[in-house]
């Protein structure tokens, strides 16, 4: 596509429940990012995909979450057993390829777990 | 250890003043790559340059400009006879060559009053 395209936009969620937020990067683009930014701050490095493979995972908080790249495409990150501080701005990122720099962001899933 | 720090939270300007926006970055690598990227309401964050390591040219775009100095670490941003369309969050970056943590400072937000 032309952009990075997120869905949903918004999702509010109960705490204890399961998520999953969909990342739709630019066609071609091999590298993936996922962010997260919490209020006021920000964004900060998750996980990194090049092509299918998840290259770097060291910034995902805990085991309850986990992002999959299955065709090299669109990305899912999963979220278990959601905790109120687990709501922030989840940003997906996409470049042509691993430290090209200059990230194409999507416009951001705002994630309130109540 | 990578760090970016925004010393201004808040900036708050009438039209066409000009604005610095300062950028102070520390890390140990000798390749690094510095960003800015603009966050308007929307959410979405948009590039808007990347500079490596060993060019400290410092770099005009229209309004915009950035002056690099590897001596005092900083990489601040000037918009010149700023716009209402100029407010929005400025964030810094700095990644490290072959690094996929890119990181950001906590951000400025700019408020251009008609």
């Known amino acids: 596509g032309a952009g990075v395209s997120q869905t949903p936009s918004n999702k509010v969620t109960e705490k204890g429940k399961y998520v999953e937020l969909r990342c739709d990067p630019i066609?071609?683009?091999?590298?993936l990012y996922w962010y997260r930014q919490s209020l006021g701050q920000g964004p900060e490095f998750l996980i990194y995909?090049?092509?299918?493979?998840?290259?770097?995972d060291s910034g995902l908080p805990n085991d309850r979450f986990f992002a999959v790249r299955p065709e090299g495409s669109v990305s899912t990150l999963k979220i278990q057993r959601t905790e109120r501080g687990d709501s922030a701005v989840y940003l997906c990122?996409?470049?042509?390829?691993?430290?090209?720099?200059?990230?194409?962001f999507g416009s951001g899933t705002r994630l309130t777990v109540v | 250890a990578q760090k970016v720090t925004q010393a201004q939270t808040e900036i708050s300007v009438v039209e066409k003043e000009d604005v610095t926006l300062d950028c102070v970055y520390e890390?140990?690598?000798?390749?690094?790559?510095l960003f800015w990227y603009k966050q308007p309401p929307s959410g979405e964050l948009v590039f808007l340059i990347r500079?490596?390591?060993?060019?400290?040219q410092n770099e005009i775009s229209g309004r915009y400009s950035w002056n690099f100095q590897k001596s005092t670490s900083s990489f601040n941003f000037t918009i010149t006879a700023s716009q209402v369309v100029d407010s929005a969050v400025y964030f810094c970056?700095?990644?490290?060559?072959?690094?996929?943590?890119?990181?950001f400072g906590a951000g400025t937000r700019l408020t251009v009053k008609p």
């Open positions: 990122a996409s470049s042509p390829g691993q430290g090209a720099g200059g990230y194409t």
């Open positions: 066609s071609g683009h091999t590298a």
């Open positions: 995909f090049q092509g299918t493979g998840a290259a770097d």
């Open positions: 890390t140990r690598d000798t390749t690094y790559y």
């Open positions: 500079r490596n390591s060993f060019d400290e």
């Open positions: 970056a700095l990644s490290v060559y072959n690094n996929n943590d890119m990181r």
